[in-house]
């Protein structure tokens, strides 16, 4: 009857709190007193409640006696199958007074409720830090044990949390579980679906301080600050030279030991990064997907467009820093400095003769092979320089 009249006769003498059955009143007031008199014969671990040591010896069976009649999946607990339900009946019964957002458990809206009240009730032994949520507070304990209890079934690779196993494994069995209602690319990590959406959508939430622009991604904001600050926090150990980014050291890196894992399926040239590949893959494909807006024409790289934009703009924002010379291209500067500097990087396998320009170098070559790539429409002839067929050329005339 008292689900009926509301009547909760019994009482707690430390909080107040009301209940329908003493029983229940008795178990809450061990809440208080840390009385946990029901321990797991396995593993130790003790409960307040008779129930809670019951679910947790599931975990040690594997037993999942609940069953979800929609999808079909398992659970070892009542309640979790009814918070489980409400994912297919939307239902979220509990609701921020603050925000009046919605939560499927009550729990997750307590836990919000401290968004609000700043509330951090859990902290670290070791370091003080605070948590709002206990199971970040021990999964954070774990950097200072060095704790991984959960591990892969299949590499054997630790982790500290549950969560990142079950993230670790699609690795294993390629799952996408998360997929694009746009263009149903399919993606293995919910972070990076919402990431993708951006694309669709043309958010970019994150924006620069000091120039105000913008980007899609946190890290790449924060990549791109690096370039007001001129800070380069990773450097080469072997020629000292410093990035902004580290992905672009170990691409770097490269250059010393000689890698190239990326390989033309075409023609089978190789290249140490990736996006070098992208664009030598459009060489056989004929693609050139970025256009000048001054003019049309057309390249298979956007960097291409860049360098292309100053022929209509006549920047040259490379400076020689000894005669003050201009250059539209880096390496056109580059080049020019060997002017002063003497310097001859390339030299000729054969007889050992140095050049400036690799350029220069490689004709140089075609002495000692014989080769001469350029040859003429009209009477066949060929040469070792395109300058020398230009010039026969007008023979034809």
């Not at 239902?91 to 609000?116: D, I, Q």
């Not at 990142?164 to 997929?179: D, L, N, Q």
């Not at 990076?192 to 951006?198: A, D, I, P, Y």
Request: net charge positive; hydrophobic share 20%; glycine share 8%.
């Amino acid at each position: 009857m008292r689900t009926h009249t509301g009547s909760k006769p019994y009482s707690c003498e430390e909080c107040g709190s009301s209940f329908t059955h003493k029983q229940t009143m008795l178990a809450h007031m061990q809440t208080h007193t840390g009385e946990k008199p029901y321990s797991c014969e396995v593993c130790g671990r003790a409960f307040t409640h008779k129930c809670n040591l019951v679910t947790h010896m599931r975990t040690h069976t594997g037993e999942k006696p609940y069953s979800c009649e929609v999808c079909g999946r398992n659970f070892t607990c009542k309640n979790h199958l009814v918070v489980h339900i409400r994912e297919h009946t939307g239902e979220k019964p509990y609701s921020c007074e603050v925000c009046g957002y919605y939560f499927a458990r009550k729990y997750n809206m307590l836990r919000h409720m401290r968004t609000h009240t700043g509330e951090k009730p859990y902290s670290c032994e070791v370091c003080g830090y605070s948590y709002t949520d206990k199971q970040n507070m021990l999964q954070h304990m774990r950097t200072h044990t060095g704790e991984k209890p959960y591990s892969c079934e299949v590499c054997g690779r630790a982790f500290t949390m549950k969560k990142k196993v079950t993230i670790h494994m699609r690795k294993h069995t390629g799952k996408k579980p998360y997929s694009c209602e746009v263009c149903g690319h399919a993606f293995a990590h919910k972070c990076s679906l919402v990431t993708h959406m951006r694309t669709h959508t043309g958010e970019k939430p994150y924006s620069c301080e000091v120039c105000g622009s913008s980007f899609t991604l946190k890290q790449t904001m924060f990549a791109h600050m690096q370039t007001h600050t001129g800070e380069k926090p990773y450097s080469c150990e072997l020629c000292g030279r410093s990035f902004t980014h580290k992905c672009n050291l170990v691409t770097h890196m490269r250059t010393h030991t000689g890698e190239k894992p990326y390989s033309c399926e075409i023609c089978g040239r190789n290249f140490t990064c990736k996006n070098h590949l992208v664009v030598h893959i459009r060489e056989h494909t004929g693609e050139k997907p970025y256009s000048c807006e001054v003019c049309g024409s057309i390249f298979t790289s956007k960097q291409n467009v860049v360098i292309h934009m100053r022929t209509h703009t006549g920047e040259k924002p490379y400076s020689c820093e000894v005669c003050g010379s201009y250059f539209t291209h880096k390496q056109n500067m580059l080049r020019h400095m060997r002017s002063h500097t003497g310097e001859k990087p390339y030299s000729c396998e054969v007889c050992g003769y140095y050049f400036a320009q690799k350029y220069n170098m490689l004709r140089h070559m075609r002495t000692h092979t014989g080769e001469k790539p350029y040859s003429c429409d009209v009477c066949g002839r060929a040469f070792t320089m395109k300058k020398n067929l230009t010039i026969h050329k007008r023979k034809h005339k």
